[in-house]
């Protein structure tokens, strides 16, 4: 089967400077379809033997890992001169997507879901992290490349971590043309700008300046220019987090400190550690936190805006409703006073009798024409309406032009009848839309 047939692109869900994802289905025997995301290397860069060959063994390699918090990789392949990795499909969104969207609404991270998030990212780095060979031996994964981006949260509040095939090609390309990580540096460790060799704690410095960033709800490491972010991270300073959020305690903050030194000897010695060390603060404070809760609070961020637009397309149609029914108690009185208190007109030669520019409600109540004057008969206008629309109006309708009725009172009424048909019918195209018609 070629590689046309065992994969159908559905649609692009996303392009960076590297690289393009889509969305597909892997079509395998007697035609089982399962979803799935591939990402096509850009064939620009497919031009440089070096990144290949980095590119195709650390997608090999990350073919090993089988991680709950690893977007697993199914496939590496070639087609149409590029090359492509078929990974495990996450509905959900990326980690700087929803941050961006807390901005929007006017959110953020509380303390519970941002640790949360960083400690199931941490878990998958330890997978890596602790990998070993046949043979027992370390295989020495480093993610390089952990970043938000690279941090997806699914609708059911599953955390993955991504983009491992791509980690160690990222960090070499990088040392000849930074221009292609554009943004990254964010999210390096002061090692790695300094040149140095890096190993797994370059990944727990990176865990710890998003978590920093959750907790203080802005950026960390971000200059105006790529020279300013790499001097920034260079420095590795971070201001305390109990100065920007009033719910991070002076122990959280000594934790996140801690994984964001610049001396990797006195970080967090592993992202094991780390994890357990968050995982216990959550612990003292009580803090219960469950993939529920993250999948809750991703759901709310995302539909604020449906929500306040399905509210104003409730009131748009009650408000419809609520008008055609008034047109047509207007219409059923026609030509006579209606009677609820405040529906008849002051008569001229009441207005007369008024000194000084005023009249007590007791006279105007005194006079209404059409209805007695007994406080029983006087009855708010919105219950006369409740009470009419549920047949128990009991006030008599008087009759216009004698005892027979000619063709204005049939004429009246198929009018009132089309205006009570017509606001319906606006009303269910309103809510359901034009495809239902």
């Known amino acids: 089967m070629s590689e046309r047939q065992r994969y159908r692109i559905i649609e692009k869900i996303d392009s960076g400077g590297?690289?393009?994802?889509?969305?597909?289905?892997?079509?395998?025997?007697?035609?089982?379809?399962?979803?799935?995301?591939?990402?096509?290397?850009?064939?620009?860069?497919?031009?440089?033997?070096?990144?290949?060959n980095m590119f195709l063994d650390e997608a090999r390699l990350s073919m090993h890992l089988n991680h709950a918090n690893i977007v697993q990789v199914f496939d590496v392949g070639r087609a149409q001169g590029t090359y492509f990795i078929v990974m495990e499909f996450v509905e959900g969104h990326n980690l700087r997507r929803l941050f961006q969207r807390l901005t929007e609404v006017?959110?953020?991270?509380?303390?519970?879901?941002?640790?949360?998030?960083?400690?199931?990212?941490?878990?998958?780095?330890?997978?890596?992290?602790?990998?070993?060979?046949?043979?027992?031996?370390?295989l020495g994964i480093v993610h390089r490349d952990v970043s938000p981006p690279n941090i997806l949260v699914s609708k059911a509040g599953e955390v993955k971590l991504t983009d491992f095939g791509l980690a160690k090609a990222v960090t070499q390309v990088e040392l000849t043309d930074p221009g292609i990580v554009k943004g990254k540096f964010s999210y390096l460790s002061p090692e790695a700008i300094d040149g140095r060799a890096v190993d797994h704690r370059a990944d727990i410095f990176a865990t710890g300046v998003i978590l920093w960033e959750l907790l203080a709800n802005r950026r960390l490491?971000?200059?105006?220019?790529?020279?300013?972010?790499?001097?920034?991270?260079?420095?590795?300073?971070?201001?305390?987090?109990?100065?920007?959020?009033?719910?991070?305690?002076?122990?959280?903050?000594?934790?996140?400190?801690?994984?964001?030194?610049?001396?990797?000897?006195?970080?967090?010695?592993?992202?094991?550690?780390?994890?357990?060390?968050?995982?216990?603060?959550?612990?003292?404070?009580?803090?219960?936190?469950?993939?529920?809760?993250?999948?809750?609070?991703?759901?709310?961020?995302?539909?604020?805006?449906?929500?306040?637009?399905e509210g104003a397309h409730q009131e748009r149609i009650g408000a419809l409703i609520q008008e055609e029914i008034l047109s047509l108690s207007m219409m059923r009185y026609a030509g006579q006073p209606l009677p609820v208190e405040g529906s008849t007109p002051i008569a001229?030669?009441?207005?007369?009798?008024?000194?000084?520019?005023?009249?007590?409600?007791?006279?105007?109540?005194?006079?209404?024409?059409?209805?007695?004057?007994?406080?029983?008969?006087?009855?708010?206008?919105?219950?006369?309406?409740?009470?009419?629309?549920?047949?128990?109006?009991?006030?008599?309708?008087?009759?216009?032009?004698?005892?027979?009725?000619?063709?204005?009172?049939?004429?009246?009424?198929?009018?009132?009848?089309?205006?009570?048909?017509?606001?319906?019918?606006?009303?269910?195209?309103?809510?359901?839309?034009?495809?239902?018609?």
């Open 348 to 437: 001229v030669e009441r207005l007369e009798k008024v000194s000084g520019g005023r009249i007590s409600a007791e006279e105007i109540r005194g006079e209404v024409s059409g209805v007695s004057e007994s406080s029983s008969q006087i009855r708010p206008q919105g219950a006369a309406l409740v009470e009419m629309l549920e047949g128990r109006e009991t006030i008599p309708m008087m009759t216009l032009g004698g005892p027979s009725h000619g063709w204005l009172w049939y004429a009246g009424w198929a009018a009132a009848g089309l205006l009570v048909i017509g606001a319906v019918a606006a009303g269910v195209y309103l809510l359901f839309g034009p495809e239902l018609f």
């Open 221 to 309: 490491f971000l200059g105006k220019t790529e020279t300013e972010t790499i001097e920034l991270v260079h420095k590795a300073e971070a201001p305390s987090l109990t100065l920007l959020n009033p719910d991070v305690s002076e122990e959280l903050d000594r934790l996140v400190a801690k994984s964001l030194h610049r001396d990797p000897r006195k970080r967090f010695h592993s992202a094991r550690e780390m994890g357990d060390a968050l995982t216990d603060y959550l612990f003292s404070k009580g803090l219960k936190v469950t993939a529920y809760d993250l999948a809750e609070f991703v759901r709310a961020a995302f539909d604020a805006q449906a929500v306040a637009a």
């Open 106 to 138: 006017g959110s953020r991270f509380p303390v519970h879901l941002a640790l949360f998030v960083v400690t199931e990212v941490l878990k998958g780095l330890a997978h890596a992290h602790e990998r070993r060979d046949a043979n027992g031996n370390l």
């Open 18 to 52: 590297m690289a393009e994802i889509y969305k597909a289905k892997a079509i395998t025997v007697d035609g089982f379809e399962k979803l799935v995301a591939i990402k096509r290397i850009l064939p620009s860069l497919c031009s440089k033997p070096k990144f290949v």
